[in-house]
């Protein structure tokens, strides 16, 4: 079988910012079919990367070859749209094709952008990201170039979206952060890390496998690189009188060696862990609290729930449902119509929001934490300086000295988590904390929240971060509507998936026209119907307490997924067997 055909070549490409160097002598290709998954640390020059591609930002050294005649479209983080324009017009120029107009609406729809007719001024961040998202489908290009395509996206869409670049043999080279959506998509993972590239030819899970073995021989080599040059150090040393012309290649061959011995393999080995939280056993109590900007606007509904002692809750939901909008109540921001949050007197919020803070650009990283704090009191007599707790974050101790106006969008996203958690809070509240994040640093955090000795109170629609931190979930489904769910984000979706399919195969049964008894003269009960009228008595009740025995099994958060799955599964049969036995039992009570 002939190899497919590159449809993009870079090659020895170098990039400097002044005296930092991004990448240097980078080279890597993209064939027909590959869907590319670049991955890199914040401020290591993803985004430049992809600009230089798109032909936005220069280079210093290199080239960019795209085969000729190709069709590229690329999606920025940050699109730019005329606000006077339609949603429509600013897709492309359609001139009217009916095929294409009606292509853009399946998928704005799905997008959740359906007035086509709506200036863009109108539109939020978010929405204007979709349609950016949605100008780059539409067009169906031949090869796809997309920067965080899951930002601003709810999971519904994600969802989608992970179908539809799934689907043919679409050609694409994106940065996300999300994981689950970059082992469902992608099957080539490319590394830009230590100015270099390195390539691995499968999903993302076959990465993180072959990238451990690569960190393990690099330390190897390391180790070996060590132990030659302390001999090679010692006879530097000692044989001052050697280094004539014959021994000038050994001197050569040491110089190389301390440069290798001395290479940073940068992987953290130790979890930072606090003992030094306290909270007491109240932590709050959200007392049928209801809210609604407006009559179809509803957000919260005579709302209760009582927050437990070290409880870890996610909250999911569809954009709009009021996720971020329930945070801002609790934390005061925002007043319910009716109802009240009752808050323990021991609890201090710690609150990552999605706007971030606005920090004094002038001010050099470690400035803007030791304001806040020169140290983090761990307990037991363990200090971490501010320094260190920096370090953890990953800004080297070079990088801290770095003015903030030269931080790259996710290392400041970084600083302002760093800002949060250095306030030593015992109860975190994160409003969408993964988003601009890269990859190891929302490892971090994931290791960080699941030792976490306070609550947390997570807003994401990241499912791997979801599924590694909480324990628990509200889902937010619209019109005031919360449920209540003992478990991660994949047993919710699989307890949904099976709930929906057995409400499907219970349909047609529903649908059965259930008999009637008609009652045209006044008459007494036969015994028969006597002795069935008490059975139906007993039998409803025993029914009612199965039914309220499974419903506080599956809030309480200690089944399995099987043990959910099953009862999840009993539901709706006991549902329909008590409908037909109470109306059997109101029939009969009418004669």
């Not at 890199?40 to 085969?67: H, P």
């Not at 050569?252 to 992987?267: G, H, M, S, T, V």
Request: contains cysteine; proline residues 3%.
């Amino acid at each position: 079988m002939a190899n497919p055909k590159p449809v993009l070549d870079v090659q020895n490409l170098t990039k400097r910012f002044g005296a930092k160097v991004l990448f240097e002598d980078i080279s890597f290709s993209i064939a027909e079919g590959q869907r590319v998954g670049l991955i890199a640390q914040n401020g290591t020059g993803k985004s430049t990367l992809l600009a230089i591609l798109m032909g936005e930002e220069g280079k210093d050294g290199g080239e960019v070859i795209y085969r000729n005649g190709l069709r590229v479209a690329c999606l920025v983080q940050s699109p730019h749209f005329d606000p006077k324009e339609t949603v429509l017009d600013a897709c492309f120029n359609h001139h009217g094709d009916e095929e294409k107009v009606l292509k853009a609406k399946q998928i704005l729809t799905q997008l959740k952008i359906t007035n086509l007719n709506q200036p863009m001024g109108e539109l939020s961040g978010g929405q204007q990201k979709r349609v950016a998202l949605a100008n780059t489908l539409i067009t169906e290009p031949d090869f796809l170039i997309l920067d965080e395509p899951t930002n601003h996206l709810d999971l519904e869409m994600i969802e989608w979206l992970e179908g539809f670049l799934s689907r043919g043999n679409k050609t694409l080279l994106m940065v996300t952060h999300d994981r689950y959506f970059l082992d469902r998509v992608c099957n080539v993972i490319v590394e830009l890390d230590n100015n270099t590239i390195f390539t691995y030819q499968g999903s993302y899970a076959y990465y993180l496998e072959k990238r451990q073995a690569r960190l393990d021989n690099a330390r190897a080599e390391v180790q070996h690189a060590n132990n030659l040059y302390r001999r090679e150090l010692d006879w530097m040393r000692r044989q001052p009188q050697a280094r004539g012309h014959k021994a000038k290649y050994r001197e050569d061959a040491f110089y190389e060696l301390e440069a290798k011995a001395k290479q940073r393999i940068e992987e953290r080995q130790v979890r930072l862990k606090s003992s030094n939280v306290y909270i007491g056993s109240k932590i709050f109590e959200c007392q049928y609290v209801s809210k609604a900007w407006s009559a179809e606007k509803v957000i919260l509904r005579d709302f209760y729930y009582n927050f437990a002692r070290f409880e870890k809750m996610g909250i999911v939901g569809n954009n709009g449902t009021g996720k971020s909008t329930f945070i801002k109540m609790l934390l005061g921001e925002v007043q319910p119509d009716g109802g009240r949050f009752d808050i323990g007197e021991t609890v201090r919020f710690g609150y990552f929001s999605q706007e971030g803070l606005q920090f004094d650009e002038q001010k050099k990283v470690i400035d803007i934490v030791t304001d806040i704090a020169e140290y983090v009191d761990l307990g037991g007599g363990r200090h971490l300086s501010a320094s260190q707790f920096l370090q953890h974050f990953m800004f080297s101790p070079e990088e801290q000295y770095n003015y903030v106006y030269k931080l790259s969008g996710g290392e400041k996203r970084k600083l302002y988590l760093c800002t949060v958690l250095m306030r030593n809070p015992n109860f975190l509240v994160l409003d969408e904390p993964t988003n601009d994040l890269d990859i190891k640093t929302l490892q971090v955090l994931e290791e960080y929240l699941q030792d976490f000795p306070g609550c947390v109170i997570i807003v994401s629609h990241d499912r791997y971060f979801m599924d590694k931190v909480v324990d628990h979930l509200l889902v937010f489904k619209g019109d005031g509507e919360v449920q209540d769910f003992p478990g991660n984000y994949t047993q919710y979706r699989q307890w949904s998936q099976l709930a929906s399919q057995t409400e499907a195969k219970a349909t047609p049964t529903e649908k059965k026209e259930k008999p009637t008894y008609r009652n045209d003269t006044k008459r007494k009960l036969t015994y028969k119907e006597k002795i069935e009228f008490e059975q139906l008595e007993n039998d409803i009740a025993a029914l009612e307490a199965e039914q309220a025995e499974i419903e506080q099994s599956l809030s309480s958060g200690d089944l399995s997924v099987e043990e959910i799955t099953e009862k999840s599964k009993r539901l709706p049969v006991l549902k329909d067997e008590l409908d037909e036995k109470s109306m059997r039992w109101l029939e009969l009570s009418e004669i």
